[in-house]
């Protein structure tokens, strides 16, 4: 056929528009996103008629109405949405580190919704600040004299070293220079606070007279960071946070701590080390500590600061702190989980990430054996089966080495591949994050609710054939 017929048979958009099917769409979708799908479709023939090829031009006609559908369903499927986390992962970056307590979320619903005194100080009628909420409850929970949070630990790192050691020098164990991810190195935000590093000791030892032998008229702070993802294992010495602030009080240099990963609860309840807690860190004569709200603490995306109140009030009229301020959101949900601590002498309840880490092997078992049950008459047809012990992890940069005892469902899919099985739980209507093992898929119970093992009790079954 003549190039010129065949492209005047591709369809016009606003033709396309009054076409009864494609009118449902746009009720359902909107006017922007159809038109969107259309000018896809449209394009898609456009470009086939551009190489002739008149089969590929009437058959995409044909179906262009269902094409439209799919970019359409696409759109919703792959729209930010609640998964389920079977990767035995606790606090997985990926799929949103810690997840709040529902009842905690219903608690603050009302402030999501409407208005809020989130800057208005109800007492006296005037101008409050957005930090009043939660400070006094975080000193409560860590003996510090003064709080601050900003939006994650990465900005409270730089608002920290912005504020206190600018245009002089921080000194940091060469052990410590950690990457976190997402290009945040040490060194590099040092820079951009405007501080001069200086490294001391090696990679493996730095004791506490490294610090001591190169104290001049222009250190402003010793610098602990936490190797929150990674471990140096062998031969290692590291001066202990006593003798640091021993020697930082002798020459009036105060010692900052990124704790990373900060916790207020007795770790060893849930069979970790002790560690990252706060309260201990503060104990021990460290001047301020700065940790993530979203990390074992469990709570919101945050960055805590807590310290001294000379160091705070510092820190709390730098520019940053605007730039860098923790949203409406965050700080009711912030305030709610704090409260939780405060309030409840055991709060596992409500903080999903303690809860995650208290649940028993025996109920872990127990519901591997659930979903298998669904599946048994599939057994040795449609898929093998096979519940067994495995190790999940706190993840999100917190004790990277800790090994939390877990209970696996092993599903070895017999009519189509693990990596398509995989693909089908992913694509669900509630999606399904698992692992592939050996040509089997591993859905960890430890990370897996109860209403969730509802949800894969009628999911499993779906996802085995084609
Ligand atoms: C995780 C981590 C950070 C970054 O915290 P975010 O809340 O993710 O911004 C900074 N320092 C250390 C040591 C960490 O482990």
Redesign the pocket.
């Known amino acids: 056929m003549e190039g010129k017929t065949l492209y005047r048979k591709i369809p016009k958009i606003d033709k396309l528009l009054e076409e009864p099917k494609i009118r449902e769409m746009e009720e359902r979708w909107g006017h922007y996103l159809t038109v969107e799908a259309a000018r896809r479709c449209v394009n898609e023939i456009r470009s086939a008629a551009q190489t002739g090829n008149e089969q590929e031009v009437e058959a995409r006609i044909e179906d262009i109405t269902s094409a439209m559908e799919a970019y359409l369903e696409e759109y919703d499927r792959l729209r930010m949405q609640p998964v389920i986390n079977a990767t035995g992962i606790i606090l997985h970056?990926n799929l949103g580190r810690a997840p709040l307590n529902k009842e905690i979320v219903e608690s603050i619903s009302g402030m999501m919704s409407g208005y809020s005194n989130l800057e208005y100080d109800l007492k006296s009628g005037c101008r409050g600040s957005r930090y009043a909420h939660f400070a006094e409850n975080i000193c409560r929970l860590t003996h510090g004299e003064a709080a601050l949070a900003v939006n994650?630990?990465?900005?409270?790192?730089l608002l920290m070293l912005s504020a206190l050691t600018c245009g002089r020098e921080a000194v940091v164990s060469r052990g410590e220079l950690?990457e976190?991810g997402g290009k945040?190195r040490i060194p590099q935000v040092m820079e951009q606070s405007g501080t001069r590093l200086v490294e001391v000791g090696t990679t493996n030892c730095t004791y506490a007279n490294d610090y001591e032998a190169v104290v001049t008229q222009d250190t402003a702070a010793f610098l602990k960071?936490?190797?929150?993802?990674y471990k140096i294992q062998g031969y290692t010495r590291e001066s202990s946070i006593e003798e640091l602030v021993g020697i930082g009080k002798k020459h009036g240099i105060p010692v900052l701590q990124?704790?990373?990963?900060g916790c207020f609860v007795d770790l060893k309840k849930y069979g970790l080390p002790e560690g990252s807690s706060v309260a201990e860190s503060l104990e021990k004569g460290v001047d301020l500590v700065c940790f993530?709200?979203?990390?074992l603490l469990g709570g919101p995306?945050?960055?805590i600061l807590v310290g001294k109140k000379e160091l705070i009030d510092k820190i709390a009229v730098h520019p940053l702190m605007r730039a860098l301020r923790i949203d409406k959101f965050t700080a009711a949900a912030l305030d709610a989980v704090l409260d939780c601590y405060v309030r409840e002498a055991d709060c596992t309840g409500k903080i999903p990430v303690l809860e995650m880490l208290s649940r028993p092997l025996d109920r872990l078992r127990e519901d591997a054996m659930r979903l298998q049950e669904v599946l048994s008459i599939h057994e040795n047809v449609l898929v093998k089966t096979r519940i067994r012990e495995s190790s999940a992890r706190l993840g999100?940069?917190?004790m990277p080495e800790e090994i939390i005892s877990s209970i696996s469902l092993e599903l070895r899919p017999l009519r189509i591949s693990a990596r398509r099985m995989e693909e089908n739980l992913r694509l669900g209507k509630l999606p399904v994050i698992a692992r592939i093992e050996e040509a089997c898929i591993v859905l960890d119970m430890r990370t897996i609710g109860s209403e969730e093992i509802q949800i894969l009790m009628e999911v499993l079954p779906k996802v085995m054939l084609c």
């Open positions: 970056t994650n630990n990465a900005g409270a790192v950690v976190i945040f960071v936490s190797t929150s993802n990124d704790l990373g990963s993530s709200a979203d990390k995306q945050a960055g999100g940069g917190a």
